[in-house]
């Protein structure tokens, strides 16, 4: 804690990229990401969603970024500092809702890698069929209790880090997982690659069918950004109130980026060979990653069942890890907004926020089962959170965000936080100046109404 201000800091810049990636790598990547691609056709999404992150994802990290370390508060508050009086606190309070929600059902999806942690230990992989695959998940998440009861120890497990604070929680256990995540998802690509068949995958995955991008591809493909990357709502605006000033944002975001993107393509090198190999539909949705990776395990290594068991346990932790550090980045800033702006101790906060979140989590993970028939808009509770904020909430908080940095705020002010002391070069402030101003609002404002089908 430094003394002056009472907050605590990121201890080192490496701490700080950790940190940021480990928000940003998780189930977004490795859930995700494949069955969004799996969905809109292949690498035509790919290249769409790579040009969102370089003209959207990247340059609005770095705004929110300097938002943050400027204001060096919770992310509502931070626009009342920078902007006092004005409406563009709602910015802020419509990311804290939208951290909220997303925690709602992501806690979902990673209670599930809970379950699976347990299975591949207990080698129920052994000897099933892809179909059996496919029945043992449908069975599964449509149980009454199982499902919500890895939710809750989930969001325990978030809570308590939230509440040991900052630097110890979340610094240290970034910094072990993320290169063992990287490995193992490089040996499980090789694995897949090798198995028989996976040759329509790997097509499927680099060779682009532009026909098949649509409206809705592009949405898609635009959300996908913003949730993978934990931009949009102000998330790593609240890191970066934690950061030091000697950190590079520029530099911080782009390594933040390559890392996520990364580790989103690695993914999608498994799960589309794997999935061509074993007869499982590339658009099989967000079942495409837990019914695809156990075939791998089981058909790359039947012959070694102690190394299937090995790798599949060490796979499963590694995915509950990264979503983790992702889940206490989302706890942290709707923690972080009501112990700062109700006068809550962090305890009580944090106590409030893991209630909150763990209702709705058993609600989205009803929604799958029991509750089937209740649908809003025609999906049901789960997807229905998805859409709102991956597809709505995130790219419009992006979009403020961009017009707040780039029009708004004073310019002397944003120069000193992205030029790190003026040691940026001024033509990489002059372009990430125009991506803000022009290139990403304009961009997701064009998609947008795209998708509302007012072009045509
Ligand atoms: N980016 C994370 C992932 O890919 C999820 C996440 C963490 C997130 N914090 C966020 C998504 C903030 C949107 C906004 O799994």
């Known amino acids: 804690m430094t003394a002056k201000n009472n907050r605590a800091n990121f201890g080192s810049k490496l701490g700080v990229i950790l940190a940021s990636a480990g928000s940003a790598v998780g189930l977004g990547n490795i859930w995700r990401f494949p069955y969004e691609t799996g ?60 951290g909220f929600l997303i925690l709602g059902y992501y806690s979902v999806v990673a209670g599930w ?203 499963y932790v590694l995915l509950a890890l990264a979503a983790l550090t992702s889940t206490i980045s989302l706890h942290e800033v709707v923690t972080a907004y009501l112990h700062e702006e109700f006068n809550m101790t962090r305890r009580k906060a944090a106590i409030l926020v893991t209630v909150g979140c763990s209702i709705l989590g058993v609600l989205s993970s009803l929604s799958l089962g029991l509750g089937k028939e209740l649908t809003i808009f025609g999906m049901t509770l789960f997807d229905f959170f998805d859409y709102l904020t991956a597809k709505i909430m995130l790219p419009l908080g992006g979009f403020f965000i961009a017009i707040f940095t780039g029009w708004f705020l004073d310019k002397r002010i944003v120069r000193e936080e992205v030029s790190n002391n003026g040691s940026l070069k001024m033509w990489i402030y002059r372009s990430w100046l125009f991506l803000l101003k022009f290139v990403a609002p304009i961009g997701i404002a064009f998609i947008f109404i795209n998708e509302l089908g007012l072009l045509k």
Request: net charge positive; proline share 5%.
């Open 39 to 98: 969905e809109h056709g292949g690498a035509a999404f790919i290249l769409i969603y790579i040009a969102c992150v370089l003209f959207f994802g990247i340059p609005i990290m770095v705004a929110e970024f300097s938002i943050g370390r400027r204001s060096r508060s919770n992310t509502a508050r931070a626009y009342q500092i920078l902007a006092p009086g004005t409406p563009w606190k709602w910015v802020g309070r419509m990311g804290v809702l939208a």
């Open 113 to 315: 890698t809970l379950d699976y942690i347990v299975q591949a230990a207990t080698n129920s992989f052994a000897g099933q069929s892809a179909d059996g695959f496919i029945h043992a998940f449908n069975g599964f998440v449509q149980h009454p209790w199982l499902p919500a009861f890895w939710m809750l120890v989930f969001m325990l497990m978030t809570h308590f880090i939230v509440v040991k604070g900052v630097e110890k929680g979340i610094e240290r256990s970034s910094k072990i997982m993320m290169p063992m995540l990287f490995i193992i998802l490089l040996v499980l690509a090789g694995c897949a690659i090798s198995l028989p068949g996976s040759g329509s995958g790997l097509k499927f995955l680099l060779m682009p069918d532009f026909s098949k991008l649509n409206a809705d591809a592009l949405l898609s493909a635009m959300g996908q950004t913003f949730f993978s990357l934990s931009v949009g709502m102000g998330c790593l605006c609240t890191y970066a109130s934690y950061f030091r000033k000697d950190v590079n944002l520029p530099k911080t975001a782009l390594n933040v980026g390559l890392i996520d993107t990364s580790v989103a393509v690695l993914s999608g090198l498994i799960i589309f060979p794997a999935a061509f190999a074993v007869g499982i539909q590339p658009d099989a949705g967000p079942s495409l990653l837990f019914i695809t990776l156990p075939n791998v395990f089981q058909q790359a290594f039947g012959s070694l069942p102690w190394l299937a068991v090995l790798l599949s346990v060490m796979f």
